[in-house]
């Protein structure tokens, strides 16, 4: 079965820097790969979705890389900000668009 | 409103009771999904609708778990006899249909049992 790795120690950066997050995948590639943003009690957010055959997407400050052939997708916070600590969760879209969840890395961002 | 509502927020059982999780998906949103979050964990897929029909319930636990969604709206997750490993986050999220589409989240129901 499919398995999805996220680095589980917690990210500690400065703020300004950019952090750098990792998802791995042991099987097949999904067609979609998806990252959420989650804060303590809440819900996760959408942030952004990266289909197999890109390479690249950003919105504002975040940018996705998906390398079917690492069998890896890598998340960038570029000026990261303390607003920018929070869980973040990267996930496989399957059949019917069920989500398959990694367990997430937390992210700290130290003025 | 404007984004998914869950309720209760927080739900406080002793172990053999029965519980109801209720969720208001996103007007319009024909996907439906339940996930079970433990803490540390990312959330576990359980159940899915289209409409009102449940395509997928591969997730559920046991049988004492019951999701229905009989209008195509709201949904009910429901928990019968419930044990000490019930205890968990409850999200429910909605989107348009497809595999590429974002999900919305509700912030979830914070299950204890007793």
């Known amino acids: 079965s499919q398995k999805i790795e996220q680095n589980s120690e917690a990210l500690n950066i400065q703020e300004g820097k950019t952090a750098t997050l990792t998802c791995n995948y042991t099987n097949y590639s999904p067609a979609y790969l998806q990252w959420y943003r989650q804060d303590p009690g809440r819900g996760p957010v959408f942030l952004l979705l990266?289909?197999?055959?890109?390479k690249e997407k950003r919105k504002e400050r975040l940018k996705v890389t998906f390398d079917t052939t690492l069998k890896q997708s890598l998340f960038h916070i570029t000026a990261s900000q303390p607003a920018d600590s929070a869980t973040y969760l990267c996930?496989?879209?399957?059949?019917?668009?069920?989500?398959?969840f990694g367990a997430g890395t937390q992210v700290v961002v130290t003025p | 409103g404007a984004g998914v509502s869950q309720s209760p927020r927080y739900k406080v059982a002793k172990r053999g009771q029965d519980v109801a999780l209720r969720c208001d998906p996103i007007?319009?949103?024909?996907?439906l999904f339940w996930y079970q979050q433990a803490l540390g964990q990312g959330p576990e897929f359980l159940t899915y609708f289209q409409n009102e029909a449940q395509l997928d319930k591969s997730g559920l636990p046991s049988d004492r778990f019951f999701a229905e969604r009989p209008e195509g709206s709201v949904s009910t997750l429901k928990i019968q006899r419930t044990q000490q490993e019930d205890s968990a986050v409850y999200l429910c999220a909605s989107s348009l249909a497809g595999s590429n589409q974002p999900q919305h989240f509700g912030d979830g129901t914070r299950l204890s049992i007793l």
């Open positions: 990266i289909r197999e055959n890109e």
């Open positions: 996930a496989f879209s399957g059949g019917w668009g069920k989500l398959q």
């Open positions: 007007s319009g949103h024909v996907s």
